[in-house]
């Protein structure tokens, strides 16, 4: 089925490991993204790329690794864990880049992550 | 950066009775979204609209770029309305979209 896919849907990691968020769309999008989402904080942003080999810094990129060597694939790489980590963390992808009105994103199902 | 809030932050409604969801925000915008969570957690987009109105089905939007905000109208609400519905913007000319807080929608029989 055509659209964002997560793995894993669950992890648990001990505060030090590292670990990566697998995102990968079959849609020729352009544009993926990668946002938490905390209780009562709606969603942030964390990476974001407009395309293979640009990615740029969202709103708390900090303790967060991205890169973008295909269009399809933009993991997300955990180097050293912490505590405040714990989330829910989503992968979204548009076909082009914004402002274009037709490109809204799609998101995938999600990935909880728990650090103790 | 642009700030969003949305208001209320909670409401919970009758199945068939009808509500409006607020969006204000900080800057200009040159692309406003709306998006439904359901309560499995999945995010779907429900509306492009940094300006002017739209409507699919039960649901409505309306962005008033001139005064910064943006209402989602939902009539004959259904349980399946229930969630977290987020809008979310972009100002200028980045690739930043900033979420609202979201409000929480429960609706009951």
């Known amino acids: 089925n055509a659209g964002v896919t997560q793995t894993p849907k669950f992890q648990v990691l001990k505060t030090g490991q590292s670990m990566t968020l697998q995102c990968a769309q079959d849609m020729n999008h352009e544009y993926m993204s990668w946002y938490r989402q905390d209780p009562g904080m709606g969603l942030r942003l964390i990476h974001y790329?407009?395309?293979?080999?640009?990615?740029d810094q969202g709103e708390v990129p900090n303790g967060y690794n991205v890169s973008r060597s295909t269009t399809e694939d933009f993991p997300l790489r955990l180097l050293s864990a912490a505590p405040s980590q714990t989330s829910v963390y989503f992968c979204?992808?548009?076909?082009?880049?914004?402002?274009?009105?037709?490109?809204?994103?799609?998101f995938g199902a999600g990935s909880r992550l728990t650090v103790l | 950066g642009i700030q969003v809030e949305q208001s209320p932050p909670d409401l919970i409604l009758q199945e068939g009775a009808n509500s409006t969801l607020r969006c204000n925000f900080s800057d200009s915008v040159n692309n406003l979204q709306w998006f439904h969570q359901n309560p499995w957690g999945q995010l779907i987009n429900l509306f492009y609209?940094?300006?002017g109105t739209k409507q699919n089905g039960r649901l409505s939007a309306t962005t008033v770029a001139t005064e910064r905000y943006s209402l989602l109208y939902i009539s004959s609400s259904q349980t399946t309305d229930s969630g977290v519905y987020f809008c979310a913007a972009i100002t200028g000319g980045g690739n930043k979209l900033t979420f609202g807080t979201g409000t929480q929608l429960k609706v009951e029989l």
């Open positions: 609209i940094p300006s």
């Open positions: 979204a992808s548009s076909y082009r880049g914004y402002p274009s009105g037709a490109n809204v994103l799609t």
């Open positions: 790329s407009v395309g293979a080999g640009i990615t």
